[in-house]
């Protein structure tokens, strides 16, 4: 069987940078190819694969959208990634082309390294990684290499003490990147837009392709038909991890932790969304996404948290037969309290 390879698009990001949105967007306008989205939610609930299922693309059905929910996708290539991508190659109908979403969290190196087994190589390659950026919070300092103002806020915020991992994960994202995606510039002026593109170079040896978007708004003829190959050149693409421990020994994300709050139903949003932004500072969340229930809508509100910026729409009708409810994704450093921040958020519904 002569078949030409599948092409396989990575796109990888640190939270919240938009990368659910962008492939949202991508879907609509594929021009008729067929694509099958693997997605690697961290955390229990599978929020992106709902927000995506509910595109109602033709080309991408829901049987084509596939969750990978047991862990970072970079630490269960070999026990998740490589089962899941011999299922999808030995469909009848194979797909045109494969996205796969990343955690926010993920090194994308062991990914494209994936490429390269046996059963996989023949068939797939990686048509290219594309690096979704939150423009915004890097123009806010987030990623910031000032020691010495990291230790003067160290004694306000011991979560700082996490903030070098975090910029090394980010760094590692730019540095295996074939094109970097600079989102959410509407939020920047233009030279707080040429601040981020200059601390982006900055971060990386290799200068990959940048570009600006708005709400994740790229056509698929820019995300779609790179044909770079990437897993060809990953060892030129290496991780700080991967340059400080070459003895093979797996990384881990124990930084990090994540837990789901469930509500009833909520009946002033705007109330909540305000109040949930004053429990988001004061436990310094990273990340919170998920589903409200609003008595007397028929539809869903999906709700995404980035730091004190949070978004909120209703996304699609309750499906009949589905239980509503409220269901929340936390994500944060591991020195988090869960307790704290379970009872702060229980106690606003």
């Known amino acids: 069987m002569n078949q030409q390879k599948i092409p396989a698009t990575v ?36 929020v992106d694969g709902e927000v995506l299922k509910g595109c109602g693309a033709e080309n991408c059905t829901e049987d084509d959208i596939i969750e990978l929910t047991n862990g970072c996708i970079c630490c269960t290539v070999a026990d998740d990634f490589i089962p899941t991508m011999t299922k999808l190659l030995e469909r009848e109908q194979r797909p045109d082309h494969i996205v796969i979403e990343t955690s926010g969290l993920a090194l994308p190196q062991p990914l ?23 423009s915004a919070a890097v123009a806010a300092g987030r990623f910031a290499d000032d020691h010495g103002a990291v230790e003067a806020r160290r004694v306000e915020d011991e979560s700082l003490d996490h903030e070098s991992p975090i910029e090394e994960l980010f760094e590692d994202q730019l540095t295996c990147a074939d094109l970097i995606v600079l989102n959410k510039i509407d939020l920047l002026d233009t030279a707080g837009l040429g601040r981020v593109r200059d601390e982006v170079a900055s971060r990386i040896a290799r200068k990959p392709v940048m570009i600006e978007a708005r709400n994740g708004e790229v056509p698929a003829s820019v995300l779609l038909g790179l044909g770079v190959g990437t897993e060809d050149d ?31 139903p909520v009946a002033d949003p705007a109330t909540f969304v305000d109040a949930l932004k004053g429990v988001i500072g004061e436990h310094d969340v990273l990340r919170l996404k998920g589903f409200v229930d609003v008595p007397g809508k028929p539809m869903r509100l999906q709700l995404q948290a980035v730091g004190s910026r949070v978004d909120h729409y209703f996304d699609r009708a309750w499906a009949p037969g589905e239980a509503r409810g409220t269901r929340l994704v936390v994500i944060g450093l591991h020195d988090m309290d869960e307790a704290a921040v379970r009872t702060a958020i229980e106690a606003l519904a």
Do not use: C, Y
Request: charged share 25%.
């Open 11 to 46: 796109i990888t990001g640190f939270l919240g940078a938009g990368k659910t949105t962008m492939i949202r967007n991508l879907l609509s306008n594929t021009n008729g190819k067929k694509i099958a989205l693997i997605i690697n939610e961290f955390g229990d609930l599978g």
């Open 234 to 264: 990953v060892a030129n693409r290496k991780s700080h991890h991967e340059l400080e421990h070459e003895d093979g020994v797996p990384h881990d994300h124990d930084e990090f932790d994540s837990f789901v709050v469930e509500l009833g």
């Open 112 to 134: 494209v390294a994936a490429f390269n087994w046996p059963d996989i190589r023949t068939q797939v390659t990686v048509d290219g990684v594309i690096t979704v950026v939150d």
